[in-house]
């Protein structure tokens, strides 16, 4: 069962932010929210996760709100390059489990 | 690190011919997962191993479909005899846990038609 939605689909244009939105209502006091993206023809491509800060890495910022049941990625200057999928998910963070991919938001970077 | 490697990239079969599908994890990593993605399902995990020993095989559709990893630098997905709904794209990952929680390294897949 699909622990997060997403928006099928987004634009952006090149240069500027790319934010997109998860919802993840349901979320346990124990599970993070990771990101992950797909490029056409490759395989998934870790980005960032959090429990409940926001979290910055060279790639992208995690913006969670304080009740934890929605999330913003933020690719801060979007590039063609970043045309993908990008897939919201929750999961326990300790033990090896199944990551649930979802149908994620196909995002398009316009020129 | 080279990072997971998977082979072949592409693989043709015809229906009832064995295949076999070959990931190389990134050293030091204890974890190694199967996943397969289809356009009316998604990615799917297969099967996952902890130190080389299989964890989780829910996923593993039917008898025909095994996976093995002999050691810690080599895991095999076989399917025998092979169908035309086998068609998709086969990912290996590899995750290290010992410090701590870390993302999953995918492989660039390997592309199956069978047919």
């Known amino acids: 069962d699909a622990k997060t939605t997403q928006p099928p689909s987004m634009d952006c244009a090149e240069g500027r932010a790319a934010n997109l939105p998860c919802n993840h209502s349901?979320?346990?006091?124990?599970?993070?929210v990771y990101w992950y993206r797909q490029i056409h023809s490759q395989g998934p491509q870790y980005i960032i996760h959090?429990?409940?800060n926001n979290e910055t890495n060279e790639m992208a910022s995690l913006i969670i709100t304080e009740d934890r049941k929605s999330s913003t990625l933020i690719l801060p200057h979007a590039t063609l390059r970043d045309t993908a999928v990008y897939y919201c998910?929750?999961?326990?963070?300790?033990?090896?489990?199944?990551?649930?991919f979802g149908t994620g938001t196909r995002l398009t970077v316009i020129p | 690190d080279a990072g997971v490697i998977q082979s072949p990239r592409h693989e043709v079969t015809e229906m009832g011919q064995e295949v076999t599908l070959r990931c190389k994890p990134i050293?030091?990593?204890?974890?190694l997962f199967w996943y397969r993605q289809t356009m009316m399902r998604g990615l799917e995990l297969l099967i996952y191993?902890?130190?080389?020993?299989?964890?989780?095989d829910s996923g593993m559709p039917e008898d025909r479909f095994s996976a093995k990893m002999p050691n810690a630098s080599f895991s095999t997905l076989k399917i025998q005899p092979s169908e035309p709904r086998d068609s998709a794209v086969y990912f290996c990952?590899?995750?290290?846990?010992?410090?701590?929680?870390?993302?999953?390294?995918f492989g660039s897949g390997t592309r199956l038609t069978v047919v």
């Open positions: 349901t979320i346990s006091g124990n599970e993070y």
């Open positions: 050293s030091g990593h204890d974890y």
């Open positions: 990952a590899s995750s290290d846990y010992t410090n701590g929680e870390n993302g999953y390294t």
């Open positions: 959090g429990l409940k």
């Open positions: 998910i929750v999961r326990v963070g300790s033990g090896a489990n199944n990551l649930f």
């Open positions: 191993f902890n130190n080389n020993v299989p964890i989780d």
